[in-house]
């Protein structure tokens, strides 16, 4: 059970998105904090050679290194979850002339902390070894409903890093905006990691589109 939020924390005014990181995580250990272990999510991105196919979207994330999200483009958020042998299919296929890697590979790498009940995960964007910005998940643990985890979550980013509620909607994702205001006058679902990964393919898929940092 977990619900999680993941946002693009903005780096301008730092030398560096390496530097703006540094300072983040020296906010969150003096909060309370604590290093686990390294983070890491990758986006690799196959373009069709078959007429009528779709880019699909693969990534990985090391809080679940069994599997692998799959996302077709134009395809209503529709995701499959596999294994992580799936990738090894996908470059199978590649070798059969149904896809190739066009896009350069995105890469998040950075650092786990835990806090209580919350698990955050702070890290740089990469791309062909180009750093492209700086990315924050922090996820509610004991929870899987989207309305309320959110709302503790808001309420720690504020704590924690001193964002207002108007910025922090301003940074959410449209994939988590879209769910969060579907809910407004219904029952609450339930959160699953696919929306996680759903928020990272937002901002990965626009980091690709922005200048270097």
Do not use: W
Request: proline content about 4%; some cysteine.
């Amino acid at each position: 059970m977990v619900v999680a939020v993941v946002i693009q924390l903005q780096s301008g005014s730092f030398k560096s998105p390496a530097e703006a990181a540094e300072y983040y995580l020296e906010k969150l250990e003096k909060g309370g904090a604590k290093k686990t272990r390294p983070f890491q999510v990758d986006l690799l991105s196959y373009s069709p050679l078959i007429t009528n196919s779709k880019t699909v979207h693969v990534l990985s994330h090391s809080e679940y290194p069994a599997s692998s999200f799959a996302f077709a483009e134009h395809s209503n958020c529709q995701i499959l979850v596999a294994d992580n042998t799936f990738i090894a299919l996908m470059n199978k296929l590649k070798t059969l002339r149904a896809f190739e890697l066009r896009l350069p590979k995105m890469e998040a790498r950075g650092t786990r902390l835990e806090y209580q009940d919350f698990v955050i995960n702070l890290g740089t964007v990469n791309q062909s070894h180009t750093t492209k910005g700086l990315v924050l998940e922090v996820a509610y643990v004991p929870m899987d409903e989207i309305r309320d985890g959110y709302c503790l979550i808001q309420e720690f980013l504020q704590s924690f890093l001193n964002m207002s509620k108007q910025m922090i909607q301003k940074l959410l994702t449209e994939q988590l905006s879209l769910r969060i205001r579907s809910l407004k006058d219904k029952k609450d679902s339930e959160y699953t990691p696919s929306v996680t990964l759903l928020q990272y393919l937002d901002i990965l898929i626009n980091m690709r589109k922005q200048p270097n940092e």
